[in-house]
């Protein structure tokens, strides 16, 4: 077990409910009722008039904080195929070529973040085409309706932009599959609505520890210093979006990275002190410390000789084979084999995670939300807030914003 991880906590259906404030895995469990009200409110907020339903020269996005995945499956989605360039833009300044012909899309849950915001301000007065998702009373929604642009309402109850992904997100790719940008419609959303209804219903609070997928993941991640590596694009994204959940919601560093580039990087941390293999070579070469396998010496005084170093956690995300194999899903699988036996080999846990098949956004749905389970989770079990952290909170006293 975890030296600070109770696992009893997360069992606990009662000790969940007190320590959840903002009922964070109630909004985790909402994300198919979210896909299936975006579509309703899209519908509702014209999202057939988006750049007048003729496909822009360019689409630039704009997302940040707990909305920038936003950006990062629209980017994902549409980089095979888009007839467009799609472009990401985090904060100001709204680059020099954006004009009439092209459409920005503005994400923010509460409709006032700074970024998103003035970058949709600044698209409206280069009449650019607009579409802005987000709260409807808010400044983001003015924006949009001073120029004549479509604004889509995230609905009621959004507490934060980490619970009400689905909500941001489903509007963005619903316009942009009816643009040909994506190959995402109703049919699709409705498939990944169905895959996170199945996710939320496996990591439900009362499924116990031993088969909760996502309380699993959670006590494995909370053995040591996690690493997040996804085996592809897709896993990439799924990846950057865990490693900011463990952060943001349990307060456990994290980095991430996507195969086949970010190998050798992942790979050398293989050789350093967060590995019993680093240990091992470091007994050898002082002559104390550590027994000849590599495994902590059961004499090693932990008052005289300092606290264990944390251990190096895998987490591998990984893609569904494809039916029938190709070869370049055969050599993704080899390397990310390569990896985890590197990693096994070194001392570090390995957990992994794999995509059950389906359209490419289903799969990474599924993903999304099992590590957005585990991270919630995560957080439970050290005692944690998943929604409050008092030092957010004290940088925003100290910021003003």
């Given at each position: 077990m975890a030296p600070y991880l109770d696992e009893a906590r997360i069992d606990d259906e009662g000790a969940i409910a007190a320590l959840d404030s903002h009922q964070t895995l109630r909004g985790l469990a909402t994300a198919?009722?979210?896909?299936?009200?975006?579509?309703?409110?899209?519908?509702?907020?014209?999202?057939?008039?988006?750049?007048?339903?003729?496909?822009?020269?360019?689409v630039?996005?704009?997302?940040?904080?707990?909305?920038?995945?936003?950006?990062?499956?629209?980017?994902?989605?549409?980089?095979?195929?888009?007839?467009?360039?799609?472009?990401?833009r985090r904060n100001v300044p709204l680059p020099g070529w954006v004009g009439p012909l092209d459409l920005v899309i503005a994400v923010s849950q509460s409709g006032r973040a700074a970024g998103p915001l003035a970058l949709a301000a600044e698209a409206a007065r280069r009449g650019a085409s607009l579409l802005t998702v987000g709260a409807s009373d808010s400044p983001l929604a003015?924006?949009?309706?001073?120029?004549?642009?479509?604004?889509?309402?995230?609905g009621r109850g959004r507490a934060t932009s980490r619970t009400a992904l689905w909500s941001l997100l489903a509007p963005v790719l619903l316009a942009a599959g009816r643009l040909g940008i994506v190959d995402v419609g109703e049919?699709?959303?409705?498939?990944?609505?169905?895959?996170?209804?199945?996710?939320?219903?496996?990591?439900?609070?009362?499924?116990?520890?031993?088969?909760?997928?996502?309380?699993?993941?959670?006590?494995?991640?909370?053995?040591?210093?996690?690493?997040?590596?996804?085996?592809?694009?897709?896993?990439?994204?799924?990846?950057?979006?865990?490693?900011?959940?463990?952060?943001?919601?349990?307060?456990?560093p994290a980095i991430h990275g996507e195969l086949p580039d970010?190998?050798?990087?992942?790979?050398?941390?293989?050789d350093g002190p967060f590995t019993t293999a680093y240990g091992a070579s470091a007994a050898a070469r002082s002559g104390s410390g550590f027994a000849g396998d590599g495994g902590p010496?059961?004499?090693?005084?932990?008052?005289?000789?300092?606290?264990?170093?944390?251990?190096?956690?895998?987490?591998?995300?990984?893609?569904?084979?494809?039916?029938?194999?190709?070869?370049?899903?055969?050599?993704?699988?080899?390397l990310a084999d390569a990896v985890t036996e590197a990693a096994r080999e070194a001392g570090a846990r390995v957990s992994e995670v794999a995509a059950q098949p389906g359209h490419p956004l289903t799969r990474l749905a599924g993903q999304l939300a099992t590590t957005d389970f585990a991270a919630t989770y995560l957080a439970l079990g050290l005692g944690l807030d998943p929604a409050v952290s008092p030092h957010v909170t004290d940088l925003r006293r100290r910021t003003g914003h």
């Amino acid at each position: 077990m975890a030296p600070y991880l109770d696992e009893a906590r997360i069992d606990d259906e009662g000790a969940i409910a007190a320590l959840d404030s903002h009922q964070t895995l109630r909004g985790l469990a909402t994300a198919g009722a979210q896909v299936r009200e975006a579509i309703d409110l899209s519908a509702e907020g014209g999202i057939d008039r988006v750049a007048g339903g003729e496909r822009p020269r360019s689409v630039l996005v704009a997302s940040l904080g707990g909305s920038a995945v936003v950006c990062d499956v629209l980017d994902l989605l549409a980089e095979p195929g888009s007839p467009v360039p799609v472009s990401v833009r985090r904060n100001v300044p709204l680059p020099g070529w954006v004009g009439p012909l092209d459409l920005v899309i503005a994400v923010s849950q509460s409709g006032r973040a700074a970024g998103p915001l003035a970058l949709a301000a600044e698209a409206a007065r280069r009449g650019a085409s607009l579409l802005t998702v987000g709260a409807s009373d808010s400044p983001l929604a003015d924006v949009a309706a001073q120029a004549r642009g479509v604004h889509i309402d995230i609905g009621r109850g959004r507490a934060t932009s980490r619970t009400a992904l689905w909500s941001l997100l489903a509007p963005v790719l619903l316009a942009a599959g009816r643009l040909g940008i994506v190959d995402v419609g109703e049919r699709v959303l409705l498939e990944v609505a169905d895959r996170l209804d199945e996710v939320a219903e496996a990591c439900r609070p009362s499924s116990e520890s031993f088969v909760n997928p996502a309380k699993v993941l959670a006590t494995d991640l909370a053995e040591g210093v996690p690493v997040v590596l996804g085996d592809g694009p897709l896993n990439g994204v799924a990846a950057k979006r865990a490693a900011s959940m463990l952060a943001r919601t349990a307060r456990i560093p994290a980095i991430h990275g996507e195969l086949p580039d970010d190998a050798a990087q992942i790979v050398a941390c293989f050789d350093g002190p967060f590995t019993t293999a680093y240990g091992a070579s470091a007994a050898a070469r002082s002559g104390s410390g550590f027994a000849g396998d590599g495994g902590p010496d059961i004499f090693t005084d932990p008052f005289l000789d300092g606290p264990a170093s944390p251990r190096l956690g895998l987490l591998m995300l990984r893609d569904a084979d494809p039916d029938p194999m190709t070869r370049e899903a055969a050599e993704s699988a080899a390397l990310a084999d390569a990896v985890t036996e590197a990693a096994r080999e070194a001392g570090a846990r390995v957990s992994e995670v794999a995509a059950q098949p389906g359209h490419p956004l289903t799969r990474l749905a599924g993903q999304l939300a099992t590590t957005d389970f585990a991270a919630t989770y995560l957080a439970l079990g050290l005692g944690l807030d998943p929604a409050v952290s008092p030092h957010v909170t004290d940088l925003r006293r100290r910021t003003g914003h």
